[in-house]
């Protein structure tokens, strides 16, 4: 089933200069960028994203983190992209992200865990309109 979601790099990764490489991975895999803007984010947008964990001892780190510099901001689109994407961005932690992942080739940290991604399709639409209106 062809579905649409929301795929976020993340400071660490703009600043490394992964940007090219994150998105080949994407289209090589046979997803599509339907849209992308670079976008600098505030604790407010951050405040609604993070919502789940804005009460967390880490959560100022996060801010800190997310605040450092833009993001780019992608609508991806593909057979299972929710998943699919889930897949290939691999595990949140990154000791946890398998070699051939992005986040198990690239991450640094949990923290610093290069791109965000959709978890489900309800959460795909939402994000979505968060960041693209």
């Keep these: 089933m062809k579905e649409k979601t929301y795929i976020m790099?993340?400071?660490?990764?703009?600043?490394?200069?992964?940007?090219?490489?994150?998105?080949?991975r994407i289209e090589r895999k046979g997803y599509s960028i339907a849209d992308c803007k670079m976008m600098t984010l505030d604790e407010a947008i951050l405040r609604e994203h993070y919502a789940h964990i804005a009460d967390k001892p880490f959560f100022p780190e996060t801010v800190e983190y997310m605040t450092s510099?833009?993001?780019?901001?992608?609508i991806v689109e593909g057979e299972n992209a929710v998943k699919g994407m889930r897949t290939l961005m691999g595990a949140t932690k990154f000791e946890d992200a398998q070699a051939g992942t992005i986040r198990g080739d690239f991450a640094s940290s949990t923290t610093y865990n290069i791109i965000h991604g959709s978890d489900s399709l309800e959460n795909a639409e939402i994000e979505i309109k968060r960041f693209f209106g």
């Design 9 to 24: 790099l993340k400071p660490d990764a703009l600043k490394r200069n992964l940007i090219g490489e994150i998105i080949s």
């Design 69 to 74: 510099g833009p993001v780019l901001a992608m």
